[in-house]
């Protein structure tokens, strides 16, 4: 996960095809249980035209209890491959850390494509439902079920070696469930410029250990 989040941080910024030249300072401090949320964050600590030094951390989160933990931290050195001139590096956004809005990015592989390089939906779905899973459990701190989602129309195809990001955020809290509003974008690499390949609500009920419907405890109901 880390390495996946060096690529995609370091592709973004360089636009270039790049690949890991070295990790260091490697720390395993914790082990991630299972079925907590296993999050990469980090920033970009020096910068070159053709290299960046980037610091990783991995926590996990129990989503029913907010509880994070620092498990892993390394620091990657990413080189761009030389192909073709050198541009000048193209810098990144500040992204808005909202809390409630949860970014899951993944990069298209080629089994991942039909014939023509183009992601199969169902993958595009595993990934929009994932994050929103992470935003409902989030915003309820209870253990919730996917009941329902809307329409899913692709607007933009994504293509192999595409960044393809997916977001998610409540919309609506209900007495036993939410719904949360997703959107796919997907981008080349070397391009930039995220492109809108589509967007749907999921609908999610929390339940207790034997399935049934619970109500949403009213601290994690508050308003939007």
């Known amino acids: 996960?880390?390495?996946?989040?060096?690529?995609?941080?370091?592709?973004?910024?360089?636009?270039?095809?790049?690949?890991t030249a070295a990790?260091?300072?490697?720390?395993?401090?914790?082990?991630?249980?299972?079925?907590?949320?296993?999050?990469?964050?980090?920033?970009?600590?020096?910068?070159?035209?053709?290299s960046v030094e980037i610091e990783a951390e991995l926590v996990a989160e129990n989503m029913?209890?907010?509880?994070?933990?620092?498990?892993?931290?390394?620091?990657?050195?990413?080189?761009?491959?030389?192909?073709?001139?050198?541009?000048?590096?193209?810098?990144l956004a500040q992204i808005d850390d909202d809390p409630r809005v949860v970014r899951v990015v993944e990069i298209v592989f080629p089994?991942?494509?039909?014939?023509?390089?183009?992601?199969?939906?169902?993958?595009?779905?595993?990934?929009?439902g994932k994050a929103a899973l992470v935003a409902a459990s989030r915003r309820a701190r209870q253990s919730v079920v996917m009941v329902s989602s809307k329409a899913l129309n692709f607007v933009a195809p994504a293509r192999v070696g595409d960044i393809v990001e997916a977001t998610a955020s409540v919309t609506s809290v209900g007495r036993t469930s939410?719904?949360?509003?997703?959107?796919?974008?997907?981008?080349?690499?070397?391009?930039?410029?995220?492109?809108?390949?589509?967007?749907?609500?999921?609908?999610?009920?929390?339940?207790?250990?034997?399935g049934r419907p619970i109500p949403i405890t009213p601290e994690s109901s508050t308003c939007l």
């Open 111 to 128: 089994g991942q494509t039909d014939h023509r390089g183009i992601l199969h939906g169902g993958f595009a779905l595993d990934w929009l």
């Open 23 to 50: 990790l260091t300072e490697t720390d395993f401090r914790a082990p991630v249980p299972v079925g907590h949320l296993a999050e990469v964050d980090g920033r970009i600590v020096k910068a070159g035209r053709r």
């Open 64 to 91: 029913l209890t907010g509880e994070r933990t620092s498990c892993l931290s390394g620091r990657f050195v990413m080189v761009g491959q030389e192909d073709g001139a050198i541009a000048e590096p193209a810098g």
């Open 178 to 210: 939410l719904t949360v509003s997703t959107t796919m974008t997907a981008e080349c690499p070397q391009a930039g410029q995220p492109r809108l390949c589509t967007r749907t609500d999921f609908v999610f009920v929390a339940v207790d250990d034997a």
């Open 1 to 19: 996960m880390m390495d996946k989040f060096a690529f995609v941080l370091a592709s973004r910024y360089l636009r270039r095809t790049v690949v």
